[in-house]
């Protein structure tokens, strides 16, 4: 029987999914990666994470990725809604595959996953949700991924006044501008306020915006999302906590 506690990570391969992976990792816990890509995480972290395929977008595979974590290791202790991609794209471009690919990835995943997770975690289990800046404030070209933030906002709001009463609290971080491939992959696109030169634009940003001089990292989020699924934050749900050096204090 496993004594340490089980998490699950959407998209907890790369980017800011990795470094929750990492975070939990160095905090004695087993990881499960639901992701559509295996990058052989156990080549760094051995028998502390097991991938499974998932494609959040359906809710079978959220089914899946639970049960085979139960059968393996014999408990849920936290979810992590983290699997979503950013993409600008102004108004008149956006078509109907777009629209519903951003939404299903971003938005329907965190509602299967969370679904799921609520029949099988630990009383005093815990789901949280990986949301942006962008779930509370509007940007220009960007009108799809934000709808699909401030859904998952709204999402953890109303889950943590249902599912309290059974002893699961819910809550979402918020970063800002994460270094990663896919915030630089979609930096590069004419439609984003990097304009194909994401340094620039993240310097530029930085400099503007955040009272720290930096932004924050994708072990930070991770870190974050470890206080919250500790009993050091046992009173704390329906809350989106920004991880932004300051950005956007509240």
Request: proline share 3%; hydrophobic share 35%; glycine share 10%.
């Amino acid at each position: 029987m496993n004594n340490k506690k089980v998490v699950i990570v959407t998209g907890g391969s790369r980017g800011i999914g990795y470094g929750i992976t990492k975070a939990f990792i160095d905090n004695n816990y087993i990881v499960v990666v639901g992701s559509r890509q295996d990058r052989d995480l156990s080549k760094q972290f051995g028998d502390n994470v097991r991938f499974v395929y998932t494609d959040v977008r359906y809710e079978k595979y959220h089914l899946n990725l639970v049960e085979t974590t139960i059968d393996e290791f014999g408990r849920l202790d936290c979810f992590i809604n983290n699997a979503g991609y950013s993409k600008w794209k102004p108004i008149e471009e956006i078509n109907e595959e777009f629209l519903t690919d951003i939404i299903d990835t971003n938005l329907k995943g965190a509602f299967w996953g969370s679904k799921i997770a609520s029949k099988y975690l630990n009383k005093e289990g815990t789901i949280i949700n990986v949301s942006s800046l962008a779930g509370k404030r509007g940007s220009s070209n960007n009108s799809a991924y934000v709808a699909s933030k401030f859904g998952m906002n709204g999402l953890t709001q109303s889950l943590s006044k249902e599912l309290g009463p059974k002893g699961i609290r819910v809550n979402a971080v918020c970063p800002v501008l994460i270094n990663t491939e896919g915030l630089n992959e979609a930096l590069m696109d004419k439609s984003s306020p990097g304009n194909g030169d994401p340094k620039k634009f993240i310097n530029e940003f930085t400099r503007l915006n955040s009272p720290l001089l930096r932004m924050p990292t994708s072990l930070e989020v991770g870190q974050t999302c470890v206080f919250l699924a500790s009993e050091s934050a046992s009173a704390i749900t329906g809350q989106c906590i920004n991880v932004d050096c300051g950005v956007l204090p509240q």
